[in-house]
Each structure stands twice: as C-alpha cells, then as structure tokens.
T-cell receptor, first 112, second 113 residues
C-alpha cells in the first residue's frame, strides 16, 4: 500500500538556522508533490509545488528538492524565524481528481 | 484575496443525527474536495467533485456520506447518521486547475456525542 513518511519527531531549531524536513514515500509514482503549512486548528496553506521532472524549486526562503529515484523530497527553510513555527505537510498528488495524499507532518519549532 | 469559507466553525451533534457541513469555494474554481483530520492525525482525503459529479472517493466516504453543489456557490457534505468516529475537523478545498495548489477553508470541527 502507499505510504508517506515525514520526520515523526518534532524539530526544534534556533532562529537563523536552516530547517530541513524530509518526506519519503513508497509504492507511489506521483506526477508532482506539494508542501503545505498547517497552524493549530487551521486548514493547510500551500507553500510550494514541484513536478517529477524538476530537481529543485525555490521561493524566497523556501527550497524543495524532489528525487524520484530515492522517492524523497526535502524541504528547507533558510534563515528560520519563530514565525515559521508550524506543522509542515508533504502531499503527493494523484488520482482522477488529483486528490492530495498527506504525510503525517513534521512539527517545527524555531526558538529565539 | 479570495478565500474558501466554511460554516459552521463548530458543530456538536448526537450520534445517529444527520449533519450538513457547508463550504463556499473560491468563485472561479472548478474542482472541489473534502478532507478530514481526526485530532492528532493526518489530513485524509474524502472525496473530489468536478462537473457536478464525484471524481474519486476514499474508503472512508461510504453510503453515509454524500456531497452536493446545490447552486453556483455552495458545496456541501452530508453525513446521514453520524457515528462517534466521525468526530474530526472537516476541511473543504478548491482549485482552479488540477495542476495547481488547493485552497483550504478554515474547517468545521464536528463533535459527535
């Protein structure tokens, strides 16, 4: 069956450092992959999308890589800030209606 | 900036009762979705909807669930006879094209007693 795994442990980092979050998947061949941010009690908010033929995508302080051979995506936040503290969700896209299949998420806490 | 809205924000119901969760997707979007998130768990796909019919549904979306787009703006999720395990946050989402990001609403917290 399809499986999407993200760092199960919360990630605590110091302000100004780079946070790196991992998303691994099995039994899946997604055409593309998306990353979302979720704050407590709120809906997911889209951050970045990367296609299977793209190795890397950047947006401001965010960078995503996608390795279809390793079946892995890495999500980086550079120069992290306390406001970046949230849960980050990896989502694979597929199916007739292009449903999102989410990982469990990684909780990031950026400390002063 | 356009956004997806959902009502109510919190619904409390007795087991066996019917509930209708309402969503107003972004106005020019064509694809609509419902997801749910049980407390402390991951966001799970329920159903996708396009051109007035279901595109895909998950195993969770059984005969007790139905969706409807009764007019040009609303998108509803009905649970006919709620169970305790239906307690969750329900998110509506919409998108303009299949290759783009999905825009999520703020969610309806459903509590079944």
């Amino acid at each position: 069956s399809q499986k999407i795994e993200q760092n199960s442990e919360a990630l605590n980092i110091q302000e100004g450092k780079t946070a790196t979050l991992t998303c691994n998947y099995t039994n899946y061949s997604p055409a593309y992959l998306q990353w979302y941010r979720q704050d407590p009690g709120r809906g997911p908010v889209f951050l970045l999308l990367i296609r299977e033929n793209e190795k890397e995508k950047r947006k401001e302080r965010l960078k995503v890589t996608f390795d279809t051979t390793l079946k892995q995506s890495l999500f980086h936040i550079t120069a992290s800030q306390p406001a970046d503290s949230a849960t980050y969700l990896c989502a694979l896209v597929g199916g007739g209606g292009n449903k999102l299949t989410f990982g469990t998420g990684t909780q990031l806490k950026v400390e002063l | 900036e356009p956004e997806v809205t959902q009502t109510p924000s919190h619904q409390v119901t007795q087991m066996g009762q019917e509930v209708i969760l309402r969503c107003v997707p972004i106005s020019n979007h064509l694809y609509f979705y419902w997801y749910r998130q049980i407390l402390g768990q991951k966001v799970e796909f329920l159903v996708s909807f396009y051109n007035n019919e279901i595109s895909e549904k998950s195993e969770i979306f059984d005969d007790q669930f139905s969706v409807e787009r009764p007019d040009g703006s609303n998108f509803t999720l009905k649970i006919r006879s709620t169970k305790l395990e239906d307690s969750a946050m329900y998110f509506c989402a919409s998108t303009g094209t299949l290759v783009n990001e999905q825009f999520f609403g703020p969610g309806t917290r459903l509590t079944v007693l």
